[in-house]
């Protein structure tokens, strides 16, 4: 029962992290890692498959014994190095102390090998990720995806109301006999349909970045120049383990 609350622990600890890009040498990566004193859960994506692992203590132990001979340390300890190797590397941030992450595919697994240093001695970890379910693709991909696309179609249509109010507004104004002070301000009225073909279209074209956040989040740039500012609207929830 406890071993099985752990695990849930775990899953639910990765729902909330955000993907990340992560660079290597060989490649470049999504992934995403929960790692608490119990195990950890990673989830990782070449946006063309996605692969999975989650262990706890036993099976860390058990790990540690085969690819480190000389170290003699309790679960937690593999657990809270792992966690100070990986989340720097996930954040785009410098690694404290010498890490060298590669990857590599076995028929349908990618292990993810780790090389760095745990009291003075040398550290190697293998990440075993075998291919995700697709109920997990559809947890953590598919339906955050949808979420975000909705959200994004919602804050479109207010913007494109907002507009069109501000048209009104304007238009008002120049009835009354207002006129502009610099001709620069000036702009054209604001043209729905060609405004949501152009939207529709652009993200084609969009490059990735280093940082994806895909939960509950959304973001929409969206800019008229003189009538109304860029609106951007992000949300990163973060969760993991604390190091003694």
Known sequence: MKTLLQMEELEQGLLMQPWAWLQLSENSLLAKAYITQQGYALLVSD??????EQVDTSVVSQRAKELNKRLTAPPAAFLCRLDELLRPLLKDTACPGKATFSCDHVAETLILRVRSELSGLPFYWNFH??????????????????????????QVRELA?????????????????ALLSRD?????????KSFLEQFMVEPETWP?????????SSLLHCRRE???PALSKSHETTRGMQCW
């Open 47 to 52: 946006l063309q498959q996605v692969w999975h």
């Open 129 to 154: 990720c075998t291919l995700a379910t697709p109920s997990l693709v559809t947890q953590h991909l598919i339906r955050p995806l949808m979420g975000m696309s909705l959200a994004l179609q919602c």
């Open 161 to 177: 109301t907002l507009l069109r109010m501000k048209d009104l507004e304007i238009q008002d104004y120049q009835e009354s006999g």
């Open 184 to 192: 620069r301000l000036k702009t054209e009225p604001f043209e729905e």
């Open 208 to 216: 990735l970045g280093k940082e994806v956040c895909i939960q509950d």
């Open 226 to 228: 003189g009538r109304i």
